[in-house]
């Protein structure tokens, strides 16, 4: 390993003298699955990822998608407008919605890129799974020019994992859609595009993992991992009530699915990265009779990451799961800059607000979360 960790101990006090670690250095993370938005909710949100990353493979499902290389590069300059300059080095890595109108051209095209801007990936939602999915195929497999076209270009297909409807265009249980999709629609689409660059994300499933431990292959086949999987599971998404700020897509699973993705990535395997899939949504569409589907937590993810490897006894597995993994598979090296973290107890009180006067509550909110919940690790201003 080219770059370690500076993980520094501490003597714990009282009569037991513990080695304790109270902080960490890291190069800066990369984030491999981002939510921006447009517009004042983008303005509000991007300052929280850019001050804990240096890059971030932005998701498409904008309204409307970005399926064209000319809206990809309005888009970028849409988020480096936003970036604070204190986090200037933030540079956002732009993806394509697999829409209908996305055609083995553009894909060419976005490869290639213009202005300084490229297309690292292609990301494809299950048509009604999701925010914004209405844009998307029923399955997967029916894209048959355009992923041809990406396995001989060696563009990443990113893969929103879930099957929402069945055959007969029934909803499937949502608690089952990740386990379907591993079942058979996976291993179809690995099978017919044998040379296809795969990233399964945010998996959440004892099945997602059987497959990925049996299968996953660094630049190849790879896999991201939210702070909120590895954090929460139902149990707590139902506790004393639905907690708002906990749904989304995939939702969050039992406890037994997510003991087994702390156990993984305490193993440090290659090619398991974060992606947070920081998901933000208006107060209004949250705290409403049908809750959009999406986990704020840009102003917490890295902590929260930082937390459960600390949990786990693997802080020195969180530099390569956060900061080098996720590049390695977009065949970028890690960040030059460094963050570090510090464990101390803080709590998150506030909204983000956006300028038009709008709340975001991140997911670990003390006040809507799941009640005064305090974080473990910050980051060191
Ligand atoms: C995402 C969003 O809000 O854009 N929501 C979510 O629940 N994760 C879309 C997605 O990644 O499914
Ligand atoms: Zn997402």
Redesign the pocket.
Not at 129 to 133: D, E, F
């Given at each position: 390993m080219p770059y370690r960790a500076l993980i520094s101990p501490s003597i714990g006090s009282g009569d037991i003298l513990a080695a304790m670690t109270d902080s960490i250095t890291i190069r800066k993370p990369f984030d491999s699955h981002l939510?921006l938005r447009r517009g004042s909710v983008l303005r509000a949100v991007t300052p929280y990822s850019a001050e804990r990353f240096g890059h971030a493979i932005i998701?498409p499902?904008t309204e409307p998608p970005i399926d064209t290389l000319g809206t990809a590069i309005e888009y970028y300059g849409e988020i480096r407008e936003a970036v604070p300059e204190s986090a200037g080095g933030f540079d956002p890595l732009m993806t394509f919605y697999l829409t209908k109108n996305l055609t083995p051209a553009e894909i060419e095209r976005g490869a290639v890129g213009a202005e300084g801007v490229r297309i690292y990936g292609v990301k494809s939602?299950p048509f009604g799974?999701?925010?914004?999915?209405q844009w998307g195929y029923r399955n997967i497999l029916e894209a048959k020019d355009v992923l041809k076209e990406m396995e001989r270009l060696g563009m990443p297909l990113l893969l929103?994992g879930e099957v929402h409807l069945n055959d007969q265009d029934e909803e499937e249980d949502p608690y089952d859609g990740e386990k379907l999709f591993i079942a058979d629609t996976l291993p179809r689409l690995l099978d017919t595009y044998s040379e296809l660059k795969v990233s399964l994300e945010?998996m959440s499933t004892t099945e997602a993992i059987d497959f990925m431990e049996k299968n996953g292959k660094e630049g190849k086949l790879v896999a991201t991992v939210t702070p909120h999987h590895l954090m929460y599971d139902r149990t707590q998404a139902f506790s004393g009530g639905y907690r708002a700020l906990l749904h989304?897509?995939p939702l969050v699973k039992r406890r037994e699915d997510r003991e087994r993705l702390r156990e993984m990535i305490k193993k440090g395997l290659p090619f398991v990265s974060a992606g947070t899939?920081s998901?933000p949504?208006p107060e209004n569409k949250k705290f409403s009779s049908c809750c959009?589907?999406?986990?704020f937590n840009s102003p917490v993810a890295v902590e929260m990451y930082a937390q459960v490897f600390d949990e786990i006894g693997a802080l020195d597995k969180l530099e390569d799961f956060l900061s080098a993994n996720g590049p390695r598979f977009f065949g970028l090296e890690p960040d030059e800059n460094k963050i570090t973290l510090e464990k101390k107890d803080w709590q998150v009180t506030e909204a983000v607000v956006t300028d038009e006067g709008v709340n975001i509550w991140p997911v670990a909110s003390a006040r809507h979360g799941l009640g005064n919940e305090t974080m473990r690790w910050r980051l060191r201003p």
């Open positions: 939510h998701m499902n939602y799974a999701t925010t914004n999915s929103h945010h989304c897509k899939d998901a949504h959009a589907f999406g986990v």
